[in-house]
């Protein structure tokens, strides 16, 4: 399966830039943000959700299989403080890959959300996130399991679902540590272990 796609299309370089924008990191109170900061964090996270599998699904179609794993947040299911823009943005990435699964489970290809389920280490929780958090936060490898895992899917596992990567990483490292030929003082090293 070959990706072609072009790279100079403007919706991949609009969504370039917008991704650059350090503002993204902020949280802010409904009072205090502009049409343009919430329209910045709908068109990253929403948006570019949508443009991402307007591409990369047409190809799954055509190929009948694949897997889809939209990044969704805590946010997705909760509100939070000063998170009115991220968490509707998060919010919609739920409702878009509810409605993505309609669309593709004839096509057998899985379509799956994801959350953190853990304080991760990311430009934008060195922003937001407090002290308490920080002294907990993982190494974002702790959680590539539940990608790799989710990725090789197929109609019969995990589809449709709001999957925690924290909870799913540490059953695929308790189950398969042997297999993985993972060293402890690796897994250490990582803080690839509950605190």
């Known amino acids: ?6 790279i100079n299309n403007p919706h991949l370089k609009i969504m370039e830039n ?4 350090q503002s993204l990191n902020d949280f802010k109170s409904i009072e205090d943000s502009s049409y343009e900061f919430w329209k910045n964090i ?6 570019g959700t949508f443009i991402t599998c307007k591409l990369i699904v047409p190809i799954m179609k055509t190929n009948k299989m694949g897997s889809v794993i939209n990044v969704s947040s805590r946010a997705g299911k ?3 403080f000063n998170e009115t823009a991220y968490c509707a943005s998060k ?24 959350t953190p389920g853990i304080p991760v280490h990311t430009a934008m929780s060195k922003k937001t996130y407090s002290k308490e958090k920080k002294k907990i936060w993982k190494d974002p490898i702790c959680i590539a399991p539940a990608f790799l895992h ?4 197929d109609k019969n596992g995990i589809n449709n679902q709001y999957v925690d990567a924290w909870k799913l990483s540490e059953e695929i490292r308790n189950e398969y540590k042997v297999l993985w030929n993972i060293k402890e003082e690796e897994m250490k090293n990582a803080n690839c272990y509950q605190s």
């Open 91 to 114: 919010f919609g990435i739920e409702g878009f890959s509810r409605s993505l699964f309609e669309e593709c489970k004839s096509y057998n290809i899985i379509v799956n959300s994801i």
């Open 78 to 80: 909760f509100g939070g």
């Open 18 to 21: 917008k991704i650059k924008d």
């Open 42 to 47: 709908i068109d990253v996270n929403l948006n």
């Open 150 to 153: 989710l990725g090789m899917q």
């Open 1 to 6: 399966m070959s990706l072609k796609y072009d």
